[in-house]
């Protein structure tokens, strides 16, 4: 929402016919010439205040740009962002009041968005390109499209009456997410025309908004404090005579590919799950009603299996040995379904408020976390030390597919899967060529949906060769795996090959290999069968399309009553079903199986 307001244009490499090209001067110059002519073209920095309406909830909005630099702030009480970039770097403030820096995404949307604001990019500032595309019909106006380029696959139009030159909306389809922004109630400002009104229509529908400017003008430039980086609120502390350091800390290793530590929430001990790829912690609703917290806003959260419906609540303390989080923003999520797929409870996820200031330090040898001062902290020995960049609010890491150049993937210490990769890449580099491919059910925050498996030869991070690592692609869709930017996510049973130590303030990432992990195989499913509890018995999901369950006849919605003769237990399951030879024997929907285990993808 706060980086797409007043975007516009896209991309077209191929010249365009000379009568083309002069459909297309003519209608910028009735454009500029609309929007107040020379003022508009000479005019270089604004300055905007309103209100908004968003989330369900009415606050205010404020917004600086000039040549090379801007910011916005946006207070709608629980839910608070504050930005700013200049061309090389940038700032954001999180939910909970800290500072990180901002990712190259964020940076370039933002440079983009200045251009676009008046006629910079219009001159081909940055490298941009214009052209016309088909006209469309937009609120029963028929509308000129003006397109411009600055040479990747983003897509901003401007969406312009072509009798009059009005400016009626401006689309932008950036990293694959779409926005219609309609603009109304234009007001001579200094002579130039700024739309008092946005009306914003994400693909998110809790990021809609509605924005009233109840104040605007224009200027040269602004004073310097207006884009400085503010001091950071200090969300942590170290009970007295710590060092600065937690120490080791036991934690459950559940299933091999989730983290539980020992924590008090709110002075309510409970188990919280580690996850640096959740923007903020969460409760599930179930808890913060047991401890009486309330969600004081709505929110749209997006996970690998889509959006869910969030809420928002202030104040909430959270500690862990002597380590003390306090008067944290977290949202507030329906988790059940999470739970019966993940087959143990979930009361909390403590996300990257833990990892924004502190150094966290997993040895997975020791089944031991630590959480530090960045100012004590030293590598281990033969660590690799890999750029940790800022993407959509989460970190990323570099990595390459069986030898194409590196990419950027999030890293993810709360996925439980290996490897999770987006749907564009997999066809951009024809990654299901050669190889077979199967289907399975995918997703955690947002829901579960069909996605495909396949299996990676071979996944090198900092300079380690990890071989026949499983791969899920969850289709594409509005969801946290669904970029051109970002080819995909690297999960926990990657991650928990290295003793992991993350340093997101000094955007840095240490992964020192376990040469007794790195060749070790990878669990992968030799059955077919996803099944969740279901009392007594485990119910299954899904059948996978060519495994060893499909040719058993095995249906989704049967009950498993037995597995090698015993009880159904999720985790033992999991196991069982991995197994890299033999077979299974099951009690499904009342009959004896045997199970060939194999390799299906």
């Known amino acids: 929402m706060n980086r797409t307001t007043l975007l516009l244009l896209a991309a077209l490499a191929a010249p365009w016919p000379a009568q083309a090209a002069s459909d297309l001067d003519a209608l910028v110059a009735r454009m500029i010439e609309w929007r107040g002519g020379a003022a508009f073209e000479a005019a270089s920095a604004i300055h905007l205040e309103g209100t908004i309406e968003a989330m369900g909830q009415r606050g205010r909005i ?167 980086r503010p001091q950071a609120r200090r969300a942590y502390s170290f009970a007295p005579g710590t060092a600065g350091t937690t120490g080791p800390i036991a934690f459950d290793f559940f299933n091999n590919n989730r983290i539980y530590i020992p924590a008090i929430v709110n002075g309510v001990e409970t188990p919280v799950l580690l996850d640096s790829g959740a923007e903020t912690s969460v409760l599930s609703a179930a808890f913060a009603g047991r401890i009486g917290v309330a969600a004081a806003s709505q929110v749209t959260a997006v996970g690998s299996g889509g959006t869910q419906d969030a809420g928002l609540a202030n104040g909430v303390e959270i500690k862990v040995g002597p380590l003390t989080l306090s008067d944290l923003t977290v949202g507030i999520i329906d988790l059940a379904g999470v739970e019966k797929q993940l087959g143990r409870p979930l009361p909390v996820i403590l996300g990257k408020e833990v990892f924004n200031e502190l150094i966290v330090d997993i040895d997975f040898d020791q089944r031991t976390i630590a959480f530090h001062d960045r100012a004590s902290f030293v590598p281990p020995a033969g660590a690799r030390r890999l750029e940790s960049l800022e993407h959509n609010g989460i970190r990323t890491i570099e990595a390459s597919v069986e030898g194409r150049p590196a990419a950027r993937f999030d890293f993810d210490i709360g996925n439980g899967s290996p490897l999770l990769l987006a749907s564009g890449y997999v066809e951009a580099e024809r990654l299901r060529d050669g190889r077979p491919v199967s289907k399975t059910l995918s997703g955690a925050i947002g829901g579960l949906r069909t996605a495909e498996t396949l299996t990676v030869r071979q996944l090198t991070i900092g300079g380690v060769a990890l071989t026949d690592v499983p791969a899920t692609v969850p289709p594409a869709g509005a969801s946290a795996v669904d ?11 990657i991650l928990s090959r290295f003793r992991v130590a993350t340093d997101f303030a000094g955007n840095r990432v240490y992964l020192t290999p376990q040469p007794e992990r790195i060749g070790a195989p990878f669990r992968k499913d030799r059955s077919g069968i996803v099944a969740v509890r279901d009392g007594e018995a485990m119910k299954v999901t899904f059948v996978a399309p060519g495994s060893p369950a499909e040719a058993a006849g095995i249906k989704p919605g049967e009950l498993i009553t037995a597995i090698a003769g015993r009880r159904p237990d999720p985790v033992a399951w999991t196991e069982l079903r991995s197994a890299a030879t033999g077979s299974l024997a099951l009690v499904v929907g009342g009959r004896a199986l045997t199970l060939a285990l194999r390799d299906y993808f």
């Open 483 to 493: 970029g051109e930017r970002v080819k995909g996510n690297i999960g926990l049973p």
């Open 62 to 228: 404020e917004r600086w740009i000039e040549p090379g630099r801007s910011r916005e702030r946006l207070d709608l009480g629980s839910f608070r962002q504050d930005a700013a970039f200049d061309d090389r770097q940038g700032w954001a403030l999180t939910l909970s009041g800290q500072v990180e820096d901002a990712g190259p995404a964020r940076i370039a949307a933002a440079r983009r968005a200045r251009l676009l604001e008046l006629d910079d990019a219009l001159r081909g500032a940055d490298g941009a390109r214009t052209a016309l595309a088909p006209a469309e019909q937009l609120d029963a106006h028929k509308v000129a499209v003006v397109r411009v380029s600055f040479g990747d696959a983003d897509v901003y139009d401007l969406l312009v009456d072509p009798a009059t030159g009005a400016l009626r909306a401006v689309r932008s389809r950036e990293d694959r997410r779409t926005t219609l922004t309609r603009l109304s109630d234009w007001r001579s400002v200094g002579g130039v025309r700024l739309a008092h009104r946005w009306q914003i229509d994400s693909e998110f529908e809790n990021q809609d908004a509605d924005v009233v400017v109840t104040r605007a003008e224009l200027a040269q430039r602004f004073d310097d404090a207006v884009f400085a």
